[in-house]
């Protein structure tokens, strides 16, 4: 009976073990056993495949199609950081190959596609911006420049919404100086972003609260800045719903600082 069993668990184990090997005969066999995983959509056994064609060697007539490969099977299972790596490997010693541009757009699309949700770290968000950048500047005809160009504009989007929801929470805090500071810088960014306008209305509301409760020998010129926003509202953006809701905090600050110039304390 223990012999009966100890050959069962043997085999059990056996079979588990070879369950996450692959076997291949030569580059030519591994790559082909690689494409054929890889478009059934078994992309960790694909990787394999392709790890594989590198056991006979990096210079073989199969180590470049097995490098790009790589980089795809580790992207389709969402392994973006090992992605990105070998999308480089692949334009580094593959300079010639006229499928670096189709690798470095890859690549740029892996840090698209892990640029995390608006309120964590933006880090991949940036470096998707810079690498998107980068191809365009060296591939201006490839045909997915149109795509990256549209793939930058999502990304800044992200890192502006970022910056006016940190404005915002500043100024549900009562942190008025630090909330009109981040929607001037989120404007001064990304003035091309559909939030854009609102973040000078949000500076403008913010810089009449702040001047409220500032010193009485700095409340004008925090007034004057918060006019400052309206007119550059309203010569950016004349057709921004929010033109009448500026024109409200406007005349608010106009009344404040009138009543300053009554009380002597400007000119």
């Known amino acids: 009976m223990n012999c009966r069993i100890i050959a069962l668990c043997c ?35 694909a990787a394999q495949y392709f790890q594989g064609v590198f056991d006979f060697g990096r210079t073989h007539e199969w180590a470049d199609d097995a490098r ?24 580094s010693m593959y300079r010639g190959d006229e499928r670096v541009p189709v690798a470095e ?30 191809f365009i500047q060296r591939f201006p005809e490839h045909d997915s420049v149109e795509v990256a160009m549209v793939r930058v504009g999502e990304l800044r989007e992200k890192l502006a919404d970022k910056l006016f929801h940190a404005a915002g929470l500043y100024e549900r805090r009562g942190l008025y100086e630090a909330a009109a500071l981040t929607y001037e810088l989120m404007f001064d960014q990304y003035p091309d972003t559909p939030l854009a306008d609102d973040a000078l209305l949000g500076a403008i509301r913010c810089y009449i609260e702040f001047s409220a409760r500032s010193i009485q020998q700095r409340q004008a010129e925090r007034l004057e800045t918060a006019i400052g926003h309206y007119e550059r509202l309203v010569q950016i953006f004349p057709d921004s719903d929010l033109i009448e809701a500026a024109s409200e905090l ?18």
């Not at 969402?78 to 334009?91: G, H, K, P, T, V």
């Not at 840090?111 to 991949?124: G, I, K």
């Open 11 to 45: 085999l059990a184990l056996a079979g588990c073990a070879g369950s996450g090997r692959v076997n291949y005969t030569s580059p030519e066999d591994a790559y082909n056993r690689g494409m054929a995983a890889f478009n059934d959509g078994r992309y960790t056994r």
């Open 68 to 91: 790009l490969q790589l980089a795809r099977s580790y992207r389709m299972n969402r392994d973006y950081i090992l992605a990105a790596n070998e999308y480089s490997s692949f334009s």
């Open 105 to 134: 757009f890859e690549r740029a699309m892996t840090f698209f596609e892990r640029s995390p949700a608006v309120e964590l770290d933006q880090s991949s968000t940036r470096r998707g911006i810079d690498v998107f950048n980068l």
């Open 250 to 267: 406007r005349s608010e600050a106009d009344v404040r600082l009138d009543r300053l110039v009554a009380q002597g304390t400007i000119p």
